[in-house]
């Protein structure tokens, strides 16, 4: 212990005798350090007379001078909150008022406390004409920047009167000027300021301001950086200096502070907008979208910086954030400015087509980049089947555009079948007449509607003016081959690709030519050299995939896609085309695999589209489902994406959702009534019929006489009990779509009316005549002889397990049958194989109850007490299960298990409440 304390007493007083040795060897007074930082600052070692007056303030912290020095170099530096700090502690401790207040007011206003500007001016007495006056103006410059010009416009007048002619009373009046915008004559007073105040921050920053907004940003960026430069802490400063030099594209200089700002604050608005700009214009796209976004969700309302994460949003895919950016931006832009143009192809893609059509009625197609994207515009329309908006676009681009605009307008006539769109594009050819898309669509046309002389008139003339193009070789041929000469379409089709070696179209011709005229196997060849010539091109593939089945080569075409993807593994196009082939081979989870390899990012409509058909086949609806909505986000024009949504949001019960998709397609496609007609079936499934009934009432006289129509409408007869009707239109439903969904609709209306003889009569009929193409009917025939000729049910379901003996329908239907006529033999077999097959796609509960009741019948209780017992579990909502299970465990002494599942049955089915009641007489029997 004496030996610690002893330790410890030493210690303290070694450290006693170091702190007094310090201070005896540092005893320089508040003075001193003054003088010594007076020192540094005239050899402009600043940081260095900081240090010495911060010594000096802890020497004597009442003392106002020390405290008016660091005040002074802070402002110089463009440290102004800092600045601030010590000048009003040195006022407070009996400064120099004049020295200080005039610098204090710079400091406050630097820092656009207008406020406290104003009230310290009118709070300070001064003698001082020269001071008065440098007040006065400060008080004019925190009004000018309040906006208030006239009452700042005052003051200067007052400071005028003074006769002194100070630094900021020329700053004043040169502030002045530029508010009145007068930026010649400020730009004169502050060139003048500057000969005598070189040194001064506020005179480049003034003179920065005048620049920029003349849009001299070269000269601008000069001025800030002399700002810079004479007050390097001035965080503003930087931002204004990097600012001008990214509007004079000087980005890499700007890049140095922008980077050294966000070091300071990343999250800086201006900061990020800055730097959003820089890496944009260095086509660092990805990049430039972090930074524009990053300063949009911190309150940016910077029109380019909307603009770059817009376009960069819509080359990357992400339509809905491009959509959102535009539509800030829209309503500023000018009416020319090419982001209207993006704005209207988001919306399109995201199938706003009406907010689209708004935006495009915007458009005067005063230019000719306006008229040429109005008249792509209409052709776009005009494949979604807005035929009338589509052609009000096109004349509206063509008034006022070019001939390529009235071209679109020719053809888009010629698809509705407007004749007058032959004069549109014959005076489209007279301006031009080398325009090639008009005298193609001119081409088509007159084959479209047989007029073959006309068609070869055309051509003719464009070979009289072109011989050597080949796309006119190639329809040359094309008329020959439609007239059934192969050889003077052969030899056209061979003109074309020698007059263009690469002509794809050509090569793909001849190949169709040779399998029309020599088979699938003399055409592959052929198809395949055009394919490998062009592997990218989809159009291509289609052919090769279509010769190559025909010839029965799928592999060796596999094989070339095979050799492909080894030299190029990455290629998402290859992988998107092996896929296909593997599809076609049945490899259909081989395929999955291969696509799902694709990054979501590479994704393409078509992949979506595969994977959700993939999965569809094998069975997996939820992940179909999951594929086919990511199809229609990436194609919200695509109507077939559509009608896959609905039908397989329909099929695993997902109604609301079939319903939301069909109302959106039916205002998306308005000239499509299958969506109409969805709409109706969907909501007469959802159980309103009289919603239903409406729609089907609005629709025009030849939708009503579509198979589609008629089918719903005998539907709703059927549910209203109105058995004629149903019968009447359903039969129109067959004459006009003879096939076994009608005819089993049929079948069921007649059987409902009570004529089950011509039900069957009638299927028998149609069996007959469509043979195997009529299989599925067969069972509904059987169904339908069980009730009323139950032998000649075993007879067919027989005959349907002659042919297909793992038919497991067939099977359990058959077993009652059996089982009904007490032959339990036949039926037990038959049953136990259903069963078996089942089991293989998991518990079917009827199947399971079939064979465990077949069991019990035939004397078998115990082991038919499991079957029956799992069958209840899995469907104990069906009275007859229920009953059979009873049964089971009444016959294996389980009375009490029997009663509590005979309490749980509620039927009105007046058979099974009869044998419900044996059970439970039997019951009260035993106990």
């Given at each position: 212990m004496t030996h610690n304390t002893s330790k410890t007493f030493k210690r303290v007083a070694l450290a006693s005798f170091i702190s007094l040795t310090l201070a005896a060897c540092n005893d320089k007074s508040g003075e001193d350090y003054i003088q010594q930082a007076q020192t540094y600052i005239d050899d402009q070692n600043l940081s260095a007379a900081v240090i010495e007056l911060k010594n000096a303030i802890k020497q004597a912290p009442k003392d106002s001078q020390a405290r008016q020095m660091l005040g002074e170099i802070y402002l110089a530096r463009g440290n102004f909150a800092s600045a601030e700090k010590e000048l009003e502690k040195a006022i407070r401790l009996k400064g120099d008022s004049d020295v200080l207040t005039p610098m204090l007011a710079q400091a406050l206003l630097a820092q656009e406390k207008t406020e406290a500007v104003i009230d310290l001016v009118e709070d300070t007495r001064t003698n001082n004409t020269n001071v008065k006056t440098e007040l006065l103006a400060f008080k004019a410059l925190a009004l000018m920047k309040q906006g208030k010009i006239k009452e700042a416009q005052y003051e200067l007048e007052l400071a005028e009167n003074s006769g002194q002619d100070t630094l900021y009373k020329s700053l004043g009046r040169a502030t002045l000027d530029a508010a009145n915008e007068n930026i010649d004559s400020a730009l004169y007073i502050v060139n003048k300021i500057i000969k005598q105040y070189?040194?001064?921050?506020?005179?480049?920053?003034?003179?920065?301001?005048?620049?920029?907004?003349?849009?001299?940003?070269?000269?601008?960026?000069?001025?800030?950086?002399?700002?810079?430069?004479?007050?390097?802490?001035?965080?503003?400063?930087?931002?204004?200096?990097?600012?001008?030099?990214?509007?004079?594209?000087?980005?890499?200089?700007?890049?140095?502070?922008?980077?050294?700002?966000?070091?300071?604050?990343?999250?800086?608005?201006?900061?990020?907008?800055?730097?959003?700009?820089?890496?944009?214009?260095?086509?660092?796209?990805?990049?430039?979208?972090?930074?524009?976004?990053?300063?949009?969700?911190?309150?940016?309302?910077?029109v380019a910086t909307y603009l770059i994460a817009g376009v960069v949003a819509f080359q990357q895919g992400k339509y809905e954030q491009a959509n959102e950016h535009f539509k800030k931006i829209d309503p500023i832009v000018p009416a020319n400015h090419f982001v209207k143009r993006l704005y209207t192809i988001t919306q399109f893609n995201l199938g706003n087509v009406d907010d689209a059509l708004n935006t495009?009625?915007?458009?005067?197609?005063?230019?000719?980049?306006?008229?040429?994207?109005?008249?792509?515009?209409?052709?776009?329309?005009?494949?979604?089947?807005?035929?009338?908006?589509?052609?009000?676009?096109?004349?509206?681009?063509?008034?006022?555009?070019?001939?390529?605009?009235?071209?679109?307008?020719?053809?888009?006539?010629?698809?509705?079948?407007?004749?007058?769109?032959?004069?549109?594009?014959?005076?489209?050819?007279?301006?031009?007449?080398?325009?090639?898309?008009?005298?193609?669509?001119?081409?088509?046309?007159?084959?479209?509607?047989?007029?073959?002389?006309?068609?070869?008139?055309?051509?003719?003339?464009?070979?009289?003016?072109?011989?050597?193009?080949?796309?006119?070789?190639?329809?040359?041929?094309?008329?020959?081959?439609?007239?059934?000469?192969?050889?003077?379409?052969?030899?056209?089709?061979?003109?074309?690709?020698?007059?263009?070696?690469?002509?794809?179209?050509?090569?793909?011709?001849?190949?169709?030519?040779?399998?029309?005229?020599?088979?699938?196997?003399?055409?592959?060849?052929?198809?395949?050299?055009?394919?490998?010539?062009?592997?990218?091109?989809?159009?291509?593939?289609?052919?090769?995939?279509?010769?190559?089945?025909?010839?029965?080569?799928?592999?060796?075409?596999?094989?070339?896609?095979?050799?492909?993807?080894?030299?190029?593994?990455?290629?998402?196009?290859?992988?998107?085309?092996?896929?296909?082939?593997?599809?076609?081979?049945?490899?259909?989870?081989?395929?999955?695999?291969?696509?799902?390899?694709?990054?979501?990012?590479?994704?393409?409509?078509?992949?979506?589209?595969?994977?959700?058909?993939?999965?569809?086949?094998?069975?997996?609806?939820?992940?179909?489902?999951?594929?086919?909505?990511?199809?229609?986000?990436?194609?919200?024009?695509?109507?077939?994406?559509y009608i896959k949504n609905i039908q397989l949001n329909e099929i695993v019960g997902r109604l609301d959702n079939s319903l939301v998709l069909a109302e959106k397609a039916q205002q998306l496609f308005v000239n499509d009534a299958r969506f109409t007609l969805m709409h109706a079936g969907l909501l007469l499934k959802n159980g309103d019929k009289e919603r239903s009934q409406a729609i089907l009432n609005k629709q025009a006289d030849n939708i009503k006489a579509?198979?589609?129509?008629?089918?719903?409408?005998?539907?709703?007869?059927?549910?209203?009990?109105?058995?004629?009707?149903?019968?009447?239109?359903?039969?129109?439903?067959?004459?006009?779509?003879?096939n076994t969904d009608s005819a089993a609709d049929l079948a069921v209306s007649y059987e409902l009316a009570g004529k089950t003889d011509q039900a069957i009569k009638f299927l028998k009929s149609v069996i007959d005549k469509y043979g195997e193409k009529a299989a599925s009917l067969e069972i509904r025939l059987a169904d339908l002889q069980i009730k009323y000729r139950p032998d000649e049910a075993i007879a067919q379901y027989e005959t349907i397990l002659v042919r297909e003996p793992n038919n497991i329908i067939a099977l359990n239907n058959v077993a009652?049958?059996?089982?009904?006529?007490?032959?339990?033999?036949?039926?037990?077999?038959?049953?136990?194989?259903?069963?078996?097959?089942?089991?293989?796609?998991?518990?079917?509960?009827?199947?399971?109850?079939?064979?465990?009741?077949?069991?019990?019948?035939?004397?078998?209780?115990?082991?038919?007490?499991?079957?029956?017992?799992?069958?209840?579990?899995?469907?104990?909502?069906?009275?007859?299960?229920?009953?059979?299970?009873?049964?089971?465990?009444?016959?294996?002494?389980?009375?009490?298990?029997?009663?509590?599942?005979?309490?749980?049955?509620?039927?009105?089915?007046?058979?099974?409440?009869?044998?419900?009641?044996?059970?439970?007489?039997?019951?009260?029997?035993?106990?």
């Open positions: 070189d040194t001064n921050s506020d005179v480049w920053l003034l003179k920065g301001h005048l620049e920029s907004t003349k849009g001299d940003h070269k000269a601008a960026a000069r001025s800030y950086q002399k700002a810079v430069d004479n007050a390097p802490e001035a965080i503003q400063y930087t931002l204004y200096l990097a600012q001008a030099l990214v509007r004079d594209e000087n980005y890499n200089d700007a890049e140095k502070y922008v980077n050294q700002l966000l070091k300071i604050s990343n999250n800086h608005v201006l900061v990020n907008e800055l730097k959003a700009s820089i890496l944009y214009a260095k086509g660092e796209n990805d990049e430039a979208k972090s930074h524009a976004d990053l300063a949009i969700q911190n309150g940016s309302q910077n495009l009625n915007t458009f005067n197609a005063t230019s000719d980049q306006d008229s040429t994207f109005l008249s792509s515009m209409s052709v776009e329309l005009s494949r979604l089947g807005r035929e009338d908006e589509a052609l009000a676009l096109a004349q509206k681009a063509s008034e006022m555009g070019s001939s390529q605009s009235q071209v679109k307008l020719g053809l888009i006539q010629l698809a509705n079948n407007d004749t007058g769109g032959i004069d549109t594009l014959q005076q489209a050819l007279n301006v031009d007449p080398g325009m090639k898309e008009a005298k193609i669509g001119l081409a088509y046309f007159y084959l479209k509607m047989g007029k073959v002389e006309e068609a070869k008139q055309t051509i003719d003339q464009w070979l009289e003016q072109s011989p050597d193009n080949s796309q006119a070789m190639l329809l040359k041929g094309l008329i020959y081959q439609m007239e059934k000469q192969p050889k003077q379409a052969k030899i056209w089709y061979e003109k074309g690709l020698a007059a263009n070696t690469d002509n794809l179209q050509a090569k793909l011709a001849l190949a169709q030519l040779t399998q029309q005229e020599e088979g699938a196997k003399a055409a592959f060849p052929l198809t395949l050299e055009a394919y490998l010539s062009a592997p990218d091109n989809s159009i291509a593939f289609r052919q090769a995939v279509r010769s190559a089945y025909a010839a029965q080569e799928i592999p060796a075409l596999s094989e070339a896609v095979d050799k492909q993807l080894t030299a190029d593994a990455a290629n998402d196009k290859l992988k998107y085309q092996k896929a296909t082939l593997l599809a076609i081979s049945n490899e259909h989870q081989a395929a999955i695999e291969l696509l799902e390899t694709i990054s979501p990012h590479q994704q393409t409509s078509e992949t979506y589209r595969m994977l959700g058909d993939l999965y569809q086949h094998q069975q997996e609806p939820d992940n179909a489902l999951t594929y086919y909505a990511k199809w229609l986000e990436k194609s919200p024009l695509s109507n077939v994406a579509t198979p589609y129509y008629l089918r719903l409408q005998g539907m709703i007869y059927l549910q209203d009990k109105d058995y004629a009707q149903a019968i009447n239109v359903l039969e129109q439903r067959y004459d006009a779509l003879p009652w049958l059996y089982l009904e006529k007490g032959n339990f033999d036949k039926a037990c077999s038959a049953a136990d194989k259903a069963n078996e097959l089942a089991a293989k796609h998991g518990v079917i509960p009827e199947v399971l109850d079939t064979y465990g009741y077949c069991l019990l019948k035939s004397g078998q209780a115990a082991p038919s007490l499991q079957l029956l017992k799992e069958a209840y579990a899995k469907k104990h909502s069906d009275p007859e299960i229920a009953l059979h299970y009873a049964e089971s465990l009444l016959e294996n002494n389980q009375d009490d298990n029997a009663e509590e599942v005979l309490e749980k049955i509620n039927t009105s089915d007046p058979r099974l409440m009869v044998i419900k009641g044996q059970l439970q007489n039997k019951l009260s029997a035993v106990n």
